[in-house]
């Protein structure tokens, strides 16, 4: 997997998308990242580590080929302001439905 600039993600991740337009698919998965490249320390060794700031994990496949990046959390929020909510309807509704 190869960690990429902003810029350069994007220009990647434009021509993944252009190269699976006809065939194939791109999978994108978003994760919180704190900034950690080792594991997490067992419970005898404490270890206080707090990130400074909030960033994300942005990762993109074909399948054959593996891109990321890490950005702002609060910046994807702030251009992400198209996307529409996903209705949530509450359990108990569905289970009388379907009695």
Do not use: W
Not at 2 to 19: A, C, P
Not at 41 to 52: D, L, V, Y
């Amino acid at each position: 997997m190869v960690l990429l600039e902003n810029d350069s993600f994007l220009t990647e991740l434009t021509r993944l998308f252009q190269k699976c337009r006809t065939s194939g698919s791109v999978v994108i998965t978003l994760k919180k990242y704190d900034g950690r490249t080792k594991p997490v320390p067992r419970k005898g060794h404490t270890e206080s580590f707090e990130p400074a700031d909030n960033k994300c994990l942005l990762r993109a496949s074909d399948g054959k080929k593996k891109i990321s990046t890490v950005a702002y959390s609060n910046l994807l929020r702030a251009h992400m302001d198209g996307l529409k909510k996903k209705d949530k309807k509450s359990k108990s509704k569905k289970t009388k439905a379907t009695q």
